[in-house]
């Protein structure tokens, strides 16, 4: 079992710069794929970026050069640093574990981006 909870959201103006992080707790961090989604107003949940255990990545064509996602499989941690926001990356955004092996599944409960002048 993983319990998943974000932080680091909020109001940035275009231009600027926000990185949200997800902590796990729980155990075997590091045999989880983990993930960064978000949904923006009347739209599918679409996925931003992953991380696989040993680092290797993959974004969406969106978000590739402006976000970077990273993980610290000491201190059970996810981070997205996101540059150079644009008002359509506004949305709620999800952390999301996948374990390599059962793949079981988890959700954190979502913060809030908004980019906005």
């Known amino acids: 079992q993983v319990e998943l909870v974000e932080s680091g959201g909020g109001l940035v103006q275009p231009g600027g710069s926000l990185r949200l992080s997800c902590a796990a707790l729980?155990?075997?961090?590091?045999?989880?794929?983990m993930s960064w989604y978000r949904q923006a107003p009347g739209k599918q949940r679409e996925l931003v970026a992953a991380?696989?255990?040993?680092?290797?990545?993959n974004y969406a064509d969106s978000v590739k050069g402006r976000f970077t996602i990273s993980r610290d499989n000491a201190n059970a941690m996810v981070y997205v640093q996101m540059n150079s926001l644009k008002p359509e990356d506004t949305a709620v955004y999800y952390c999301?574990?996948?374990?390599?092996?059962?793949?079981?599944?988890?959700w954190g409960q979502g913060t809030q981006v908004t980019v906005s002048s």
């Open positions: 999301y574990a996948r374990n390599m092996y059962t793949s079981s599944e988890y």
């Open positions: 991380i696989s255990p040993g680092s290797s990545t």
């Open positions: 729980g155990n075997s961090f590091s045999t989880y794929m």
